[in-house]
């Protein structure tokens, strides 16, 4: 991917909606390109709960495919003042919680709805840390209600027919994924 070109163009996209900027960096990372908006102002481009980072992120992601004549748009995460970060340490942390009760109670646990992104986040973070070596997530449910179920990896797979009654812990204070934005 060419990190140029992405700044180049993310930087024209901030000017034009008149968002101001300090600075552009980008990294690779694993199968995604990371781009940090550096910003005295991060709250103009973040948006109530993402929403204006969202468009930013999603607008980049069109114009980059069009412009490279790329097949699908490519895998950019757009963060400002560390925003995605910290969403997404907040979901690996909540999953970890939820991991815990799995354990004590040997019950599966669904997590609350979330977005293709932070769902991705949780299968990443369970199947590739070999402290959860001894469970399994799979996703269940239907657009905006889709979850993540987690369970001990020796309990069978649900089948397509089969009613989902997930066991749910108390939500803990602070357990709110109702905000969480990609």
Known sequence: MDHALIKDILGSLLAQLELAFDGIETRDDADMVRV??????????????????????????SIIREKAKLEKAPFLVVDVDGYRTMQED????????????????????????MSPYFRRIVHLHIANDPQFADLTTESIGEGDYRQIVLKLKKQKKSSDGEEMKPVMAEPEKGDDLGNLDI
Not at 36 to 61: A, M
Not at 97 to 110: E, L, N
Request: hydrophobic fraction near 35%; charged fraction near 25%; avoid cysteine.
């Open 36 to 61: 940090e908006i550096q910003s005295s102002n991060p709250s103009r481009i973040i948006g109530w709960h993402g929403e204006t980072l969202n468009s930013i992120q999603h607008v980049l992601k």
């Open 90 to 113: 907040k979901v690996k942390k909540i999953a970890e919680q939820k991991a815990d009760f799995v354990r004590r109670t040997g019950s599966r646990v669904a997590l609350a709805p």
